[in-house]
Every structure is written in C-alpha cells, then in structure tokens.
C-alpha cells in the first residue's frame, strides 16, 4: 500500500492550478515548480533574474521544510529559464542554497512561463 500525503505550507505560493505544491510518497517527495511569486501577496517579485531566482529557491526550501527534509535532500532538481543566457547567473544563486554533492540537475530553455517568470523550478526529494 502507498503512503501518500499531500504537501501545503503557508511559506511557499499556493497552487495556481490543478495541482498541489508537493505529493509525499512513502519517503520520496515530489515537488511542483515554483516560480517566483512572494508567497504573502501571490506576485512576482521585483528586480533582475537573480532577484527571481533567489524566490524560487526560498519558495522551494519552504516545501522541503513542510514535508520534513531542506533543500540539501532533492535529488533531481529541473530548472526552466526563459534566457539560456542566465545560466551563470543560475548556478551562482544555486550555490548560496546547495552543497555538494549537488543533487542531479537539468536547465532547459522555454519560450514563457507562468505569470511572465524568467525563471521555474521542479524537483524530487528524499528524506
């Protein structure tokens, strides 16, 4: 039988869709993208690509800590960005939130995301 538990937290954005901020199954944790809405008044934050990348992982580490684990316990990380250009820019923000071993990772260029975002990112965690 499969334990599954429904991840909420007040710390992260709520769901704007069909779809909810993270699904616990026995002790792997499946995560929604995040994009970089403040979580109080559900708007992008203001500033530059780092500004936003910084929220994504801030909202990110705020599901982690709802299902008891932290940023340090994913495992696959996707990150969605609308300018491949910023790929230094997101490896710099990435290192001030990861250590290594860093979790296995892919970077893919969209054309948009959600709420004109530059940046979004998924992942799989085990605690």
């Given at each position: 039988?499969?334990?599954?538990?429904?991840?909420?937290?007040?710390?992260?954005?709520?769901?704007?869709?069909?779809?909810?901020?993270?699904?616990?199954?026995?002790?792997?944790?499946?995560?929604?993208?995040?994009?970089?809405?403040?979580?109080?008044?559900?708007?992008?934050?203001?500033?530059d690509f780092a500004d936003q990348a910084h929220q994504v992982f801030k909202n990110l580490q705020a599901v982690c800590e709802a299902a008891g684990g932290s940023l340090a316990d994913i495992v696959k990380l996707n990150i969605f960005m609308t300018d491949l250009g910023n790929f230094p820019v997101i490896n710099d923000v990435m290192a001030q939130y990861?250590?290594?071993?860093?979790?296995?990772?892919?970077?893919?260029?969209?054309?948009?995301?959600?709420?004109?975002?530059?940046?979004?990112?998924?992942g799989i965690m085990v605690i």
């Open positions: 039988m499969t334990n599954k538990a429904i991840i909420q937290t007040n710390g992260a954005p709520e769901a704007i869709g069909t779809y909810s901020q993270a699904v616990k199954v026995n002790n792997t944790v499946y995560l929604s993208g995040q994009i970089p809405l403040d979580p109080a008044s559900m708007t992008l934050v203001q500033g990861f250590e290594q071993p860093y979790p296995a990772r892919a970077a893919v260029g969209v054309k948009q995301l959600p709420k004109d975002a530059q940046v979004e990112a998924d």
